[in-house]
Nanobody, 115 residues
């Protein structure tokens, strides 16, 4: 059974950094890409960054140059390095796994950027 478990969220001051992690279980042979999404109160869930099994990455304009997505060699773990954090980055961050015919979501981890 496929599971996604996020970790690394917390409270940080503006300008600070956090590193999020997402570990997936079950078969990985059908994975096409992994991604991070986020959702703030009263707003729609939005994509943040993604990485394909070949290592190709993409970023939302709002985080480009500040966030970096990466994966391990086994392609079963992804990370999101978040630097120069701003209050508007405050949200619940979700890990998303996209397979050839199914998609899965983690439970989310809270990131709060506040002074």
């Amino acid at each position: 059974q496929v599971q996604l478990v996020e970790s690394g969220g917390g409270l940080v001051q503006p300008g600070g950094s956090l590193r999020l992690s997402c570990a997936t279980s079950g078969s990985i042979v059908s994975i096409t890409h992994m991604a991070w999404w986020r959702q703030a109160p009263g707003k729609q869930r939005e994509p943040v960054a993604s990485i394909t099994t070949s290592g190709r990455t993409s970023y939302a304009d709002s985080v480009k140059g500040r966030f970096t997505i990466s994966s391990n060699n086994a392609k079963d773990t992804v990370h999101l390095q978040m630097n120069s954090l701003r209050p508007e980055d405050t949200a619940v961050y979700y890990c998303r796994r996209v397979d050839s015919d199914l998609e899965y979501w983690g439970q989310g981890t809270q990131v709060t950027v506040s002074s």
